[in-house]
């Protein structure tokens, strides 16, 4: 098989298929029939596949982030951990440092921060969060704890497809869950479905009821009342001309400015917070809260301007600490400079561990992050390598993770901590 042949099955129906497609590819670059791609300094420790929403299965991400010149990358799939074991194999065959994780959403804080809007844009007293460096050994276990949210968030999955009939019906659209929603997923191998799963379903069909993409942009605009951005509205119109991105656009303009018409709260597919905190330290995980910060002009384009902490966030950092978290992620391409200091600064007097990474979940993103090439953001280098080294260290034992109670009393710095696991990576 050719190159183009052997990318395309990299999104092949198994996961046999895939990783031997990937080994075809990395003959062909050390045969040097196909150039290595130019290596950057760069890492990215969240990336979701198809076992959440994603173009890309674990293979062709892993494959897409190392001929982006990434040194490193991690998974991150919302609430699954079933496409870890194939993004480890990858890793293998291409010969690049991988961590694994899972995006969560808990809920159970107590007062005020109940009912606060935490970083969910969506749902006041409900926050994103992550398992980081999952040790290989629990993996399944992680999945398996999983199971039962997936299963609830399915219950309400379809329930919104319902009200999203109820919108679209006198349009000539409806949407059915099983039959629109779930093709779109990877749900039968252990995946999870979210939102952007249901709005893609909607797209594609949206496309196929009106073809002509200013027909399309007058029922959102005149006749939805949803707001539609200048680029957006420009990449709608010329959507005829990419037919495989053009959904993706439209997904982005619907996440922006449809959701509230449709959300149902989201409960039972969320653990309690303590319950997060103590399964993390039964599975030898590092928890993580998400900062997301106060939103202006979305760099994603699918988020509408909102506050979000940053109004309160020495009540948050205090919270964070007295439930036991272990860090905090964020991405310096989605905030100010003045957001990003304040959160650095916060983590350091907190003594907690910094993780970066840029969500990747759509075509037109790069898995390069260029904000990281700003020397102040040196240390999540660092701190990818320490996240790596954790994964590797709990793996083989899981007493001599970063944040075991051993490791915690042989190096009680953070700071000496993370250049320990740093140089068990290689660093």
């Excluded at 659209?173 to 997923?185: G, H, M, R």
Aim: net charge neutral; hydrophobic share 35%.
């Amino acid at each position: 098989m050719n190159e183009k042949e052997l990318i395309e099955r990299l999104n092949a129906d198994t996961k046999e298929e895939r990783l031997s497609a990937l080994r075809g590819l990395m003959a062909l670059h050390k045969s040097g029939v196909l150039p290595a791609p130019e290596k950057t300094g760069f890492v990215n420790n969240h990336i979701h596949t198809t076992y959440s929403f994603s173009p890309y299965s674990p293979t062709k991400a892993l494959y897409t982030a190392w001929k982006s010149g990434l040194r490193t990358a991690g998974i991150m799939d919302h609430d699954s951990s079933s496409g870890a074991r194939e993004f480890i194999e990858a890793g293998e065959i291409i010969g690049m440092p991988v961590t694994c994780g899972v995006e969560l959403r808990v809920r159970g804080f107590d007062a005020p921060l109940d009912g606060y809007r935490i970083n969910n844009p969506d749902q006041n007293g409900v926050a994103y969060v992550a398992l980081h460096g999952i040790p290989h050994q629990n993996i399944e276990k992680v999945g398996e704890w999983m199971a039962p949210y997936r299963r609830a968030r399915d219950e309400r999955n379809e329930k919104m497809c319902g009200r999203l009939s109820e919108i679209f019906a006198p349009y000539g659209v409806t949407l059915d869950y099983k039959a629109d929603v779930l093709p779109e997923s990877n749900r039968k191998e252990g995946g999870s479905v979210t939102e952007r799963h249901i709005l893609f379903a909607l797209a594609k069909k949206l496309i196929a009821k009106y073809p002509s993409p200013a027909d399309l942009l007058e029922l959102l605009k005149q006749k939805l009342g949803i707001a539609v951005s200048q680029k957006a509205e420009g990449l709608i119109l010329a959507g005829e001309s990419d037919p495989y991105l053009y959904p993706y656009d439209l997904l982005g303009v619907l996440k922006s400015s449809l959701v509230e018409k449709f959300y149902i709260n989201a409960t039972d597919e969320c653990p309690d917070v303590r319950e997060y905190i103590a399964k993390a330290k039964e599975f030898g995980a590092i928890s993580a809260y998400a900062y997301l910060g106060d939103v202006g002009d979305s760099v994603t384009g699918d988020k509408k301007a909102q506050k979000f902490e940053d109004s309160y966030l020495p009540l948050l950092f205090d919270t964070l600490k007295k439930l036991g978290f272990n860090a905090v992620t964020y991405m310096p391409s989605r905030n100010t400079r003045a957001q990003l200091d304040r959160v650095m600064e916060m983590c350091r007097s907190n003594a907690l561990f910094e993780i970066s990474g840029e969500d990747i979940n759509s075509p037109r993103q790069s898995f390069v992050c260029k904000a990281m090439a700003d020397p102040a953001f040196a240390h999540l280098t660092d701190s990818t390598y320490a996240l790596i080294g954790h994964e590797i260290a709990a793996t083989k034992d899981g007493n001599d993770g970063m944040f075991t109670e051993k490791t915690c009393k042989e190096y009680p710095d953070l700071a000496s901590r993370i250049s320990r696991f740093a140089k068990i990576a290689g660093k």
